[in-house]
């Protein structure tokens, strides 16, 4: 039996068939934003399409992930230091929970926090361009997200694109282990 797939927003010149058993639900549409700086009307989907990920992981390609910049920096302690690389994140992240600062270990934390900080503004934009595309084409540009969205929309389209990434599953606010993320360093 052939069924029509719901069509998306910028696709309702390119309806598809396929021959899908169950058709997926045509999307929730999600208000994004604040009546302050602008609202959009994104569809839910519960999931990126790959085309979505595919553009993050190629506009990313040369932004830092968490963990290379804290695999970079323990590298640094361990020359520096003369710690191995397991001591050396211990450290660096011990410093980041505020557990008796290491006057030694300070230059890197703000290290950290700088470069984490540089690099989030690129990361949004690129993830909420990705979510912009969803509604207005494959043309819409991450150059046309710095120019025309404000900052804070920029913000909120992206947490919704890493909710999208996430398959909105729900986590507590709780940080990350020490162990993990040492865990997730080491296999980077």
Known sequence: MLVDAPAFPNMASKKTTLPWKIAPK??????????????????KLGA????????I??????????????????FAIEKQEGLNRDEALAALFR????????????????????RIAATTPVRNTVLATAMLRRI??????????????PVKLVNDLAEFCSK???????????????????EQVKND
């Open 164 to 182: 999208e990434m996430n398959g909105w599953v729900e986590t507590e606010a709780e940080p990350e282990s020490e162990e993990s993320v040492v």
């Open 95 to 114: 410093q980041g929970e505020g557990e008796g600062v290491d006057s030694r270990f300070f230059r890197y934390l703000i290290d950290f926090q700088e």
């Open 57 to 74: 992981q190629q506009e990313t390609k040369d932004c830092p992930s968490v963990q290379r910049i804290a695999s970079d920096l323990a």
């Open 48 to 55: 990126l399409k790959v085309n979505e990920a595919v553009f």
């Open 136 to 149: 207005m084409g494959e043309e819409w540009t991450v150059q046309q997200t710095g120019d025309e969205i």
């Open 26 to 43: 045509s999307p929730e549409l999600i208000e994004v934003g604040h009546a302050d700086y602008g609202v959009i009307e994104i569809p």
